[in-house]
């Protein structure tokens, strides 16, 4: 997935919350093949989640913070 406003394809805080926003099945795979590949992602992917916590229609949000806190161990 190419990232709005991004011209490289690091993980950055943006890049993850546009995935996380926008991305398909093929993009959130990529992600977790990431974090499980660098676990410093978890603390960037907690970061761009919690805001979203408190509306529970935020629902990819709150599927990422459960991922991260169920597999950051």
């Not at 499980?36 to 529970?56: F, G, H, M």
Request: glycine share 2%; aromatic share 10%.
């Amino acid at each position: 997935m190419q990232h709005r406003h991004l011209n490289h394809q690091q993980f950055t805080p943006a890049a993850i919350d546009d995935v996380i926003a926008r991305g398909r099945r093929g993009d959130w795979e990529a992600l977790r093949r990431a974090l499980r590949a660098d676990r410093s992602l978890v603390p960037k992917i907690r970061q761009i989640c919690q805001p979203r916590l408190t509306d529970p229609y935020a629902q990819r949000y709150h599927f990422w913070m459960h991922y991260v806190t169920e597999h950051s161990a």
